[in-house]
C-alpha cells in the first residue's frame, strides 16, 4: 500500500517536472516557489524531499467547486475630508436656485464597498471674460459667444448642464487689457443675473491685480459664496481671506503640485479662514504633460487626510482644461490618430475620469463632450445601482 | 492554503537588513557589488534579482534562498502569456497605488479578432495591431496582444482562425470561448503558442483546467460580479494544479461600471493589502463590452465608451485588456495614459538643465530657453531642429514641470532664468542680449528683462511654430 502511494507520486511528480523543465530556466524559480521543490540537482535527490512536503497539487484533483469565502476589505480611517458649499440661496444668503455641497468623503475615491462619498464631484464649465485663443474642437462649441461671457454661461448651463460657472476675469490681467476691478465687478454681476448656479471666479494669475479684484467681486458677490480661485503663496493671504470671510466666501488654494507646498499655505489660511471655507488644487497637468505626478500627488493627498492629516482634509478641484495643452488633444494629426474633434475632448475626458479615480471633486472643464461624459460616468459611479453581470455574460460570442 | 490570514509584509515594509540577513554576507562581489548589504538594498529596490547572487544559488542555501523568494515576490502572481521568447508578462505588482513603488508590467492590450470575419479583416486587425506605435519621450508605444474569439461556437471555424493568426503574427494571444471543444480546436493548431486561455466558469471550470494543464498554458477565470465564485473557482483550479491564473470579475459597462471599479478595487486590495493568495492575480479587462452596451448605436457611440473605459481600468489596476477598436484616437490616449501610470512615479520625468546647442550656433545666434521637464524638453528639442537654425536652448530648472504649469506654481521664475543665464555663460557666446521665451511664459516677460538686464522676445505658445518664428522675427532682428 504505502509502495503504491510512492510511485503514484513519483508518476505525478514525474508529470510536473516534465512540464515544468520545458519551461525556460528563468520561469522555474517562479514555479518551485509554489512546490517547495529543488529542482536544480535533477529528479532522483528531489523525491524523498518532495514526498515528504507532499504540496497539494499532488492531491487527488478536485471534483466540484470548492467553496470559498469572500469578505470585503475594508478598511478604517481616521480622518474625513470637510464639506465645503458653494452657491448661496436666498435662504442661505444669496440668489442661488440651489447651492452645492462637495467634499465629505470618509473612504478613498469610489470605493463603493466602504463608504460611497455623500457629495458627487461637479462639473464646472469654464466662460471667459474676453475672447481667447482656445482649440479648435472646443471652439466651435461657443463660436457665437466669444466675445459674450453672459450669454456663454447661459449656454454653458442652458445647454451644456454646467452644474456651476467658472467665470475667468483675464481681461484684468496688466499684460492683457487690464481691466479695473469695478470693471470685472461689473461682469460678474451680471453673469450672476443671467444664470442662477454658483460660480468660481477665476483671476488672471497675477498675485496682486488678482488679489484687488477679489477684494471688489467679493463686495459686490456678498453672500453667494463664490469660490475665489484661487489664492497662491505669493499672495497677501491676510487680505485674501479677510474678503472672502466678510463676505462669504470659498477660496481656492492652489499649489504647484507639492503636498508639503499645499500643507503649508493650507495651515496660513487656517489663520484666517475656517476650513470649511477652503478647497484645494495642487494643479491638474494634460494627459501625457505630468498627469502622472498630478494623479498621483491627488491620490497621496486624498489618503493623507483619511489617514488623519488635518491640513489636506479639503475638497480637490482639478483645472481639466489643462488636458487641452496636450498637442495630441489639439493638432492636426496624421489621419491614423483619428480627427481632432474626437481624440480632443477624449483627451480632456481621460484626463477627467483618471482625476477622479484620484480623488477630485471639483471640476474645472470646457469640452461639452467631455463634460457629459463625465457626468455620466458620476452618475453612474454614484447611482448604487448594482451591477449587471447577465448583460456581459456572453460578450465572447456577441457579434459585433 | 492561502485561507490563513497571515499578512506578509508589503515591499515597503521590508527592510534590506531583513534581506541581508539571509544572503550569504560573505561579501564575495560576485553579484558585482560592493557588499552583500549593496546587493540586499538594491534586491529590496528591485533593481536586482535574487538570481544575481551565484552563491545563494548553492545547495547549501537552499533554505535561505526559498526563504528569500517568499518574502519578495509580489503578491500579485506574474504571468507569463505567448510561445517561448515571444512571451508577455502580466501582473507581477507589488502595491496598489503607484506612489508606493513603481508598477511592474504595464496593461498589456489586446485587440480582438472574431472567427467569423473575414480573411481581409483579420489580416487587416493583425496588421494595425502589430504596426501601432507612437513615440512618446523616447519610447515606442504599442499594442501587445491578439484576442480571438469564438462568435461562431464552431471549432473547425475558430481553428482556421488561430491557424490563420499563427501563421501571421508572433504576438501573443488569448483564445477566448466558453466552450472547452472550441478551445481545444484552437489550441490544436497553436500547441506551442501558450496563449492565455478565456475563460473558466462556473461550468466548464473542469475541461479548461485540463486543457491549460495538457497544453501548459496560463487560465482566464470568468465570474462577472461575483468575487465568491471568483476566489472558489482561483481555489479549485489552484488544487487542480493550475498555477497560472488570470482574474475577470467582469467589465460591466453603462450602468455597473460602479461594480465593476469596485470589484477591480476590491480584489486588488485583499491581494495587496490583506495577502489574499486566491486574489493574488493579474486582472483582465474587457473595455469591449461597451459595445454590448452601445448596439444601436453608431460605431462612434461604442468607440468613444470603449476609449474611456479602458482608462478607468488602466487607472484602476488592470493588468491586460481587451479592445475591438482599432481607432487611434480611442488607443492613443489610453497608450500614452498607461505610459504615465507605469513610470517612476517619485519623480517628474525631468532632464538635465543647462544649455544646449543645436547646430553650430555662433555669436549672432537666437537663444531660447524651456524647462527642464522631459516631454516639454524633447518636443522644443526637435522642433528646434526641424527648424534648421544653429541656435541656443536653455534649459532651466522647473523642478521637471511644463512651462504652463511652472509659471502658475511660480516654479519658473524670472529670477531662475537670470540665473541660468548666468551660470551657462552665454554672454561669452553670443553678441547680442536678446531671449526667446516660451509664449506660455509671456506673463514673465518684464520680469525677466529686469532680473537679466536681457531683451525678452515672446516666442510662439506652441514650439511647433518655432520654425516659422525664427525664420520670420529672428531673421529680421
Ligand atoms: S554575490 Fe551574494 S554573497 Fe557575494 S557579495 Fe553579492 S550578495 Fe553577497
Same mark, same amino acid.
Given at each position: 500500500m504505502a509502495e503504491k502511494e510512492n510511485k503514484e507520486d513519483f508518476l505525478n511528480l514525474l508529470n510536473l517536472l516534465t512540464k515544468f523543465q520545458e519551461i525556460e530556466l528563468e520561469d522555474v524559480e517562479m514555479e518551485f516557489g509554489d512546490l517547495e =521543490? &529543488? =529542482?536544480?540537482? %535533477? #529528479?532522483p535527490t528531489v523525491l524523498p524531499k518532495a514526498k515528504r512536503l507532499a504540496p497539494p497539487s499532488l492531491k487527488a484533483k478536485p471534483t466540484s467547486i470548492l467553496q470559498a469565502r469572500f469578505t470585503s476589505p475594508i478598511e478604517e480611517y481616521p480622518g474625513q475630508v470637510v464639506e465645503v458649499r458653494l452657491g448661496a440661496t436666498k435662504n442661505e444668503g444669496g440668489t442661488r436656485g440651489k447651492s452645492i455641497t462637495i467634499g465629505g468623503e470618509k473612504s478613498p475615491p469610489f470605493y463603493l464597498f466602504e463608504t460611497p462619498p455623500p457629495n458627487p464631484p461637479i462639473i464646472s464649465l469654464d466662460v471667459f471674460d474676453t475672447k481667447i485663443p482656445l482649440a479648435k474642437p472646443v471652439k466651435m462649441h461657443f463660436n457665437e459667444v466669444l466675445e459674450d461671457p453672459v450669454a456663454w454661461a447661459k449656454l454653458a448651463v442652458d /445647454?451644456? %448642464?454646467? *452644474?456651476? #460657472?467658472?467665470?475667468? =476675469? #483675464?481681461?484684468? *490681467?496688466p499684460l492683457v487689457k487690464d481691466t479695473s476691478p469695478v470693471e470685472a465687478a461689473r461682469t460678474v454681476e451680471q453673469v450672476l443675473q443671467a444664470v442662477d448656479v454658483p460660480l468660481v471666479i477665476g483671476g488672471c494669475g497675477d498675485p496682486k491685480k488678482d488679489l484687488e479684484v477679489f477684494e471688489k467681486v467679493a463686495e459686490v458677490g456678498a453672500g453667494e459664496r463664490f469660490l475665489l480661485s484661487s489664492v497662491t503663496q505669493d499672495m497677501d493671504i491676510e487680505r485674501a481671506c479677510a474678503a472672502a470671510k466678510k463676505h462669504g466666501h470659498a477660496v481656492l488654494s492652489f499649489t504647484p503640485m507639492d503636498l508639503n507646498q499645499a500643507r503649508q499655505l493650507n495651515r496660513r489660511l487656517y489663520d484666517f479662514l475656517p476650513k470649511e471655507q477652503i478647497i484645494m488644487d495642487t494643479t491638474t497637468a494634460a494627459l501625457g504633460y505630468g498627469l502622472d505626478y498630478a494623479f498621483t500627488i491627488m491620490e497621496r493627498a486624498r489618503l493623507a487626510a483619511l489617514m %488623519? $492629516? +488635518?491640513? =489636506?482634509?479639503h475638497p480637490m478641484s482639478s483645472g481639466?482644461?489643462?488636458? &487641452?495643452?496636450?498637442?495630441e488633444a489639439w493638432k492636426k494629426m496624421d489621419p491614423q490618430w483619428g480627427s481632432r474633434e474626437f481624440r480632443g475632448p477624449i483627451w480632456e475626458t481621460v484626463t477627467a475620469v483618471t482625476l477622479l479615480l484620484a480623488g477630485v471633486d471639483l471640476f474645472m472643464m470646457m469640452h461639452p463632450a467631455a463634460v457629459k461624459t463625465l457626468k455620466d460616468v458620476i452618475m453612474r459611479l454614484t447611482s448604487g445601482k448594482p451591477g449587471t453581470p447577465e448583460k456581459i455574460a456572453n460578450w465572447v460570442t456577441t457579434k459585433i | 492554503m492561502a485561507e490563513k490570514e497571515v499578512k506578509k509584509p508589503s515591499i515597503k515594509e521590508i527592510s534590506p537588513i531583513d534581506v541581508y540577513m539571509l544572503l550569504p554576507k560573505t561579501n564575495c562581489k560576485e553579484c558585482g557589488e560592493e557588499n552583500c548589504m549593496a546587493f540586499a538594498t538594491k534586491l529590496v529596490n528591485r533593481e536586482l534579482a535574487l538570481e544575481q547572487c551565484p552563491p545563494l544559488l548553492k545547495k547549501e542555501n537552499e533554505k535561505a534562498y526559498k526563504q528569500l523568494w517568499e518574502m519578495l515576490k509580489p503578491p500579485i502572481k506574474e504571468i507569463s502569456i505567448g510561445a517561448e521568447k515571444q512571451t508577455i508578462k502580466v501582473g507581477g505588482k507589488y502595491v496598489m497605488y503607484r506612489h508606493e513603488f513603481t508598477y511592474t508590467n504595464p496593461t498589456a492590450i489586446a485587440i480582438d479578432i472574431t472567427d467569423e470575419m473575414s480573411d481581409e479583416e483579420v489580416m487587416e486587425r493583425i496588421k494595425k495591431t502589430q504596426e501601432f506605435s507612437y513615440i512618446y519621450i523616447g519610447n515606442t508605444l504599442k499594442l501587445n496582444m491578439i484576442a480571438i474569439r469564438s462568435t461562431s461556437n464552431d471549432p473547425d471555424k475558430f481553428k482556421t482562425t488561430v491557424k490563420k493568426v499563427v501563421e501571421n503574427t508572433t504576438l501573443p494571444l488569448i483564445l477566448c470561448s466558453f466552450d472547452s471543444k472550441v478551445l481545444e480546436a484552437g489550441l490544436m493548431v497553436a500547441p506551442k503558442a501558450r496563449p492565455l486561455i478565456y475563460a473558466a466558469t462556473k461550468d466548464n471550470w473542469k475541461d479548461m483546467a485540463e486543457l491549460a494543464l495538457m497544453y501548459n498554458c496560463p487560465l482566464a477565470i470568468f465570474a462577472p460580479n461575483n468575487i465568491k465564485l471568483l476566489r472558489s473557482l482561483s481555489k479549485t483550479l489552484l488544487e487542480y494544479g493550475v498555477k497560472n491564473l488570470v482574474l475577470d470579475p467582469g467589465t460591466m459597462a453603462g450602468e455597473g461600471i460602479g461594480d465593476a471599479i469596485n470589484n477591480f478595487t476590491m480584489i486588488r486590495r485583499a491581494a495587496t /493589502?490583506?495577502? $489574499?493568495e486566491l486574489l493574488g492575480f493579474p486582472l483582465i479587462g474587457t473595455p469591449i463590452t461597451a459595445w454590448l452596451e452601445n448596439k444601436d448605436s453608431p460605431a462612434e457611440v461604442a468607440q468613444w465608451n470603449e476609449a474611456y473605459l479602458a482608462a478607468i481600468l488602466i487607472d484602476r489596476y488592470a493588468d491586460l485588456l481587451i479592445l475591438h477598436s482599432t481607432e487611434g484616437w480611442v488607443l492613443l490616449p489610453n497608450v500614452v495614459l498607461r505610459q504615465n501610470i507605469y513610470t *517612476? +512615479?517619485?519623480? +517628474?520625468v525631468a532632464v538635465k538643465p543647462g544649455m544646449r546647442a543645436f547646430g553650430t550656433p555662433h555669436e549672432n545666434s537666437p537663444v531660447m530657453f524651456t524647462t527642464n521637464f522631459a516631454l516639454t524638453y524633447y518636443t522644443v528639442a526637435s522642433d528646434i531642429e526641424n527648424a534648421g537654425v544653429d541656435s541656443y536652448l536653455l534649459v532651466v530648472d522647473s523642478e521637471g514641470i511644463a512651462v504652463d504649469c511652472a509659471v502658475a506654481g511660480r516654479k519658473l521664475t524670472a529670477d531662475k532664468v537670470a540665473e541660468a543665464i548666468k551660470e551657462a555663460k552665454i554672454e561669452e557666446k553670443v553678441k547680442h542680449k536678446k531671449l526667446i521665451i516660451p509664449g506660455k511664459a509671456a506673463r514673465l516677460s518684464g520680469e525677466i528683462e529686469e532680473a537679466s538686464g536681457w531683451e525678452v522676445m515672446v516666442g510662439p505658445r506652441d514650439s511647433s511654430d518655432i520654425p516659422k518664428f525664427l525664420h520670420e522675427k529672428w531673421n529680421q532682428s
Open positions: =521543490l &529543488w =529542482l536544480q540537482s %535533477g #529528479i /445647454k451644456y %448642464g454646467a *452644474d456651476m #460657472i467658472t467665470l475667468h =476675469l #483675464i481681461s484684468i *490681467d %488623519g $492629516d +488635518p491640513e =489636506l482634509q481639466t482644461t489643462n488636458a &487641452w495643452a496636450a498637442r | /493589502k490583506k495577502g $489574499d *517612476d +512615479p517619485r519623480k +517628474p
